[in-house]
């Protein structure tokens, strides 16, 4: 699997290397959100840090409290917002 294939990145820790054979392909090692609860296998990305784990969309969830968190929403938030999100106006 590449760099790119990716799907868990470690924060904090040594990452494991392993070694792939042509008889089997690597095994896929289970990590779960701790957030949200899901696996790696259900979530687009996996954040691993020491003791914690965070998936992409509880991130983005994180951020737009961040960004909300004061209440009033500047033009430079909301472009933030929508370009995470997908949406135009």
Known sequence: MSDKEQKVVS???????HTETKEQPPKIELEYCSFCGR?????PKLVKG??????????????????????????????IIDMLWGTKK
């Open 11 to 17: 924060i904090g820790s040594k990452s494991k290397k």
């Open 39 to 43: 696996p790696n296998t259900m979530v």
């Open 50 to 79: 020491p003791g914690v784990n965070i998936c992409s969309e509880c991130t983005l969830i994180a951020v737009q409290y961040l960004i909300l968190q004061d209440g009033a929403l500047s033009a430079e938030a909301q472009r």
